[in-house]
């Protein structure tokens, strides 16, 4: 593909792609980076707004689901208009709508600007996803979106330690003080990346556009068993993420720092594992990799259930088999991705839109019910976590099987 984008790829030297690496995988982060920083609080944040579990719980929701309906807005958009106008824009509404969380007067109010923020940190998520398919193709592609899911992965690691330690000196509200001004750091380092559609490569960003690209999709079963495998991997991991803190917090009595430890503990590993995968892409074929990876995320899940199913196991018995699961997702999603995308170049934002949007739109109808909380939710979770991944595993593998 010789045009625009490849020549951008072909005259950037290294440490200039290695910035702009940088600022792709920031954006690419959004997504855990708004929802696992305020984790540590929740539990705080319904003591100080008076609201249940389930509500605080909805404030989660919220930002799933703003950040799946703003991803299928922004993809086409950018299929239209171009990248650099709708990921600035944004970027400010990110900034402007982490102060209004910070300033919610009530819990009503913070879901509402929580489901903004979403939408507009989904911006971020699907233009990185799509500018790196605008620079990059095949296995190069496959190495990139690895090399991403580095920073992916420290956004985990690094979001519930700091938010952990902003609650030390501040109160929930501080969280989402930090989320602005991370918002306004990539907002400056955005405005220096350029434009990688060029106008003869655009297509009208209309509804009936939008449909219409759907459909070729669907059709297409590499795309399609590929997405699923991530939309499934992905919902369980945002099952695990809003599990999590009421198992350890409030099932075992540990503190929010604790927490902060395990989740990135976690973390650690999804962040290896990419990496493997981004070496083992080199010697074997992406799909392999990507079913094996995806078998061992099941095993993970159903080793977790069958602990939780014991009782109360002490949380170690818990934590292993999740961080099993954790670590193959590292090295499931980015490889997945690649393969979806390997042959959406006309419409890569579309298809960028639908594969971020589906996880959230379904990990949103799954996290309210980690607001039942206590071992049940363990169970409970287990159960999830399993039923997902034997789908994802069951989709890579008959519907790309058929390609």
């Avoid at 072909?10 to 920083?37: C, E, I, N, T, Y």
């Avoid at 699907?126 to 592609?141: H, N, P």
């Avoid at 991944?389 to 890579?396: D, I, K, P, S, T």
């Amino acid at each position: 593909m010789v045009d625009q984008a490849a020549d951008i790829s072909a005259r950037q030297s290294p440490k200039h792609r290695l910035g702009m690496l940088a600022v792709l995988g920031g954006l690419s982060a959004f997504g855990p980076l708004a929802m696992d920083m305020y984790l540590p609080a929740t539990p705080t944040i319904a003591a100080a707004l008076h609201a249940g579990q389930s509500l605080v719980q909805l404030t989660l929701s919220g930002c799933l689901a703003g950040l799946a309906v703003g991803q299928l807005v922004a993809g086409p958009v950018s299929d239209g208009i171009g990248r650099r106008r709708p990921l600035l824009v944004g970027l400010v509404a990110f900034v402007v709508l982490s102060v209004a969380c910070a300033a919610a007067p009530d819990i009503w109010s913070l879901i509402v600007f929580r489901f903004l923020q979403g939408m507009a940190g989904a911006v971020g998520v699907v233009l990185s996803l799509t500018i790196v398919r605008d620079l990059y193709e095949g296995t190069e592609l496959a190495r990139v979106l690895s090399s991403l899911m580095l920073v992916f992965g420290l956004a985990p690691v690094l979001a519930p330690v700091i938010g952990g330690q902003v609650l030390r000196v501040t109160s929930w509200r501080g969280v989402f003080g930090v989320l602005a001004a991370v918002g306004l750091v990539l907002l400056v380092a955005g405005w220096f990346l350029p434009e990688t559609l060029p106008p003869r490569r655009r297509t009208p960003p209309r509804f009936r556009q939008l449909l219409s690209d759907s459909r070729t999709l669907v059709r297409d079963r590499q795309y399609a068993g590929n997405a699923l495998a991530v939309t499934f991997g992905t919902a369980a991991l945002i099952t695990y993420i809003s599990t999590l803190p009421f198992i350890v917090e409030d099932a075992y009595m540990q503190s929010p720092q604790v927490f902060s430890l395990f989740f990135a503990i976690n973390s650690v590993g999804l962040v290896a594992m990419a990496q493997l995968g981004n070496r083992l892409i080199r010697w074997l074929p992406v799909a392999r990799v990507v079913r094996a990876s995806l078998l061992v995320m099941t095993a993970g899940a159903v080793a977790f259930l069958a602990a939780a199913l014991t009782g109360h196991p002490p949380l170690a018995v818990l934590l292993v088999p999740l961080f099993v699961f954790v670590a193959s997702f590292g090295m499931a999603r980015p490889n997945g991705t690649a393969l979806a995308l390997a042959d959406q170049g006309s419409i890569a934002g579309t298809a960028s839109a639908w594969l971020g949007a589906l996880p959230f739109l379904l990990g949103a109808a799954l996290s309210p019910l980690a607001g039942l909380g206590g071992q049940g939710g363990a169970t409970l979770a287990g159960v999830l976590l399993s039923v997902l991944c034997v789908a994802a595993l069951a989709g890579q593998v008959l519907i790309t099987r058929r390609a």
